[in-house]
T-cell receptor
Framework: DAKTTQPPSMDCAEGRAANLPCNHSTISGNEYVYWYRQIHSQGPQYIIHGLKNNETNEMASLIITEDRKSSTLILPHATLRDTAVYYCIVMVKSNFGNEKLTFGTGTRLTIIP | DSGVTQTPKHLITATGQRVTLRCSPRSGDLSVYWYQQSLDQGLQFLIQYYNGEERAKGNILERFSAQQFPDLHSELNLSSLELGDSALYFC???????????????FGPGTRLTVL
């Protein structure tokens, strides 16, 4: 699986959009980009994933560059409850369901009132 | 609430002892994954079971073992415990997201193990 690089920490004002970058310059054509977050020692929570098209769901948007070497997770209106560590994970989807998640160090996002 | 349950929430034991952590996946999920989160190693994948069979193995020590039962619940057994085994242990279960690719994993609340 490709390696990812994320900034160790970021701050964002409450109510503003939080943009979390991730570099994955060695990504292969069949690797997906996933985002999970972990709120203070709780179990990680899936946010969104994508292959090459931009994706949006009720939690966030995922913007993947055309060359797929980087992506940005966007939380459109950050709230205090979005304070968490955010993990960008690049992974191949196998045919056998053995998608083990390889977590890096992530980005610690702090939402400031 | 992810629908994945783990027991116990907290476990305090002594070095050399053996403990069993239990996980019940979401209804209908066939895959169960175990992860360890320690301060120095971060979140690490240990092992995966799919419908009762071991499917993938990560950095799981030989002192650790797991199994998945016919009712799909899983147990992680940790033996000859050392101080360094103190960590949060998470269980996750998964459902296929379909043709769009990828599998979303639902994580339980974790078991905090303290080895004294």
């Amino acid at each position: 699986d490709a390696k990812t690089t994320q900034p160790p920490s970021m701050d964002c004002a409450e109510g503003r959009a939080a943009n979390l970058p991730c570099n994955h310059s060695t990504i292969s054509g069949n690797e997906y980009v996933y985002w999970y977050r972990q709120i203070h020692s709780q179990g990680p929570q899936y946010i969104i994933h994508g292959l090459k098209n931009n994706e949006t769901n009720e939690m966030a948007s995922l913007i993947i560059t055309e060359d797929r070497k980087s992506s940005t997770l966007i939380l459109p209106h950050a709230t205090l409850r979005d304070t968490a560590v955010y993990y960008c994970i690049v992974m191949v989807k196998s045919n056998f369901g053995n998608e083990k998640l390889t977590f890096g160090t992530g980005t610690r996002l702090t939402i400031i009132p | 609430d992810s629908g994945v349950t783990q027991t116990p929430k907290h476990l305090i034991t002594a070095t050399g002892q053996r403990v069993t952590l239990r996980c019940s996946p979401r209804s209908g999920d066939l895959s169960v994954y175990w992860y360890q989160q320690s301060l120095d190693q971060g979140l690490q994948f240990l092992i995966q079971y799919y419908n009762g069979e071991e499917r993938a193995k990560g950095n799981i020590l030989e002192r650790f073992s797991a199994q998945q039962f016919p009712d799909l619940h899983s147990e992680l057994n940790l033996s000859s415990l050392e101080l360094g085994d103190s960590a949060l242990y998470f269980c996750a279960s998964s459902v296929d997201l379909g043709a769009g690719g990828g599998i979303e994993q639902f994580f339980g609340p974790g078991t905090r193990l303290t080895v004294l």
